[in-house]
């Protein structure tokens, strides 16, 4: 399988501006690399703050990196003219949590899902029958042609969501948090629709989320990033070798969207990104930090086929039964 994407040593920072402010830099992703191949489902999984949704914007080149490449489909991004660009993003797409909250709340479903069209200039021979194929497409009833989104469900605005992104026939669309604020039988439902149009359109995904669980469940290949930085990239059944991700793995979440999810039993502070530490930015709440992680900055190293870790005491095949219980028994729970 080929790659559809690159992202090579990708960094962004944000340098606050504030009038009387001293000037500070924010350091939101740091030196992330990684690669996804066509048909691929790369999960990308960690708390509130952690960069995931900066990783998106900057693969979507809706920012620009202070640092690193992102190479889409062979094309290097940085040196596309901005008509390229425009006309690449009709290949890569964006799924939001709330997929409304970027649409004008007077729009109808059709008017929402003929919007991709317009920005993009494409003519349409029916526009009835392109609103008709998407809902179908992403099972809705044509009843909702007309409907406003403060008439439809969690779940419906998400599939219209999903069939906006849908509309142009892309190849990569990055889904971030795409069912975070749903109950969890809706969440099935839009993961089960999910998996069906990748298998049908030969989609590729970019998954966002802060449940370990269901990216396992859902991905082939799962990325974990705790400050800014990969900490561990895996395919999805194996082993987790990290100290945060195996926390990850124990943790439930507040399902509530406005809540900042980050882990609650892990004691210990978060450092800040405005000054992270020169070692292990997990030091702080690690069971197993020693002298070497508080001052050493853990290198992504490989510990079998496609999985490394970041880490100078992972957790290796002595834990490797009690770890497989806990993601036996976390499975379970997932829909
Ligand atoms: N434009 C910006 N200026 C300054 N800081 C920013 C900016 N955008 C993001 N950040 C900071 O970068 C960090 C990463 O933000 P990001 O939204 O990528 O996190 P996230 O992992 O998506 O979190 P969540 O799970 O809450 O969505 C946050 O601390 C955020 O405050
Ligand atoms: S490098 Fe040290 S502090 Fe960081 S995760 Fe590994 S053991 Fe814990
Ligand atoms: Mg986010």
Redesign the pocket.
Known sequence: MSDLLIVDHLSRHFTNTGLFQKRQVFHAVSDVSFSLARGQILGVVGESGCGKSTLARLVLRLIQPSKGAVEFDGLDMATLSRGDLRRLRQRMQLVFQDPYSAIDPRYRVRDALLEPFKVQGVKLKSADATVASLLEMVGLSPALTHSYPHQLSGGQKQRVGIARALALNPSLVVLDEPTASLDVSVQAQIIALLNRLRESLGLTYLFISHDLGLVRYFCDKILVMYLGRI?EIMPNDAVPT???TRALLDSTFEPDPRQRRTITRLSGEIPSGYNPPPG?A??TR?P???D??RTNL?ALETISDHHQT?????LMNEMKSEVLQQVNTHESAVP
């Open positions: 900490v990290h100290p945060y292990c997990f030091a690690c197993r930090v020693s070497l992680c853990p970041a880490c100078h005491h992972p």
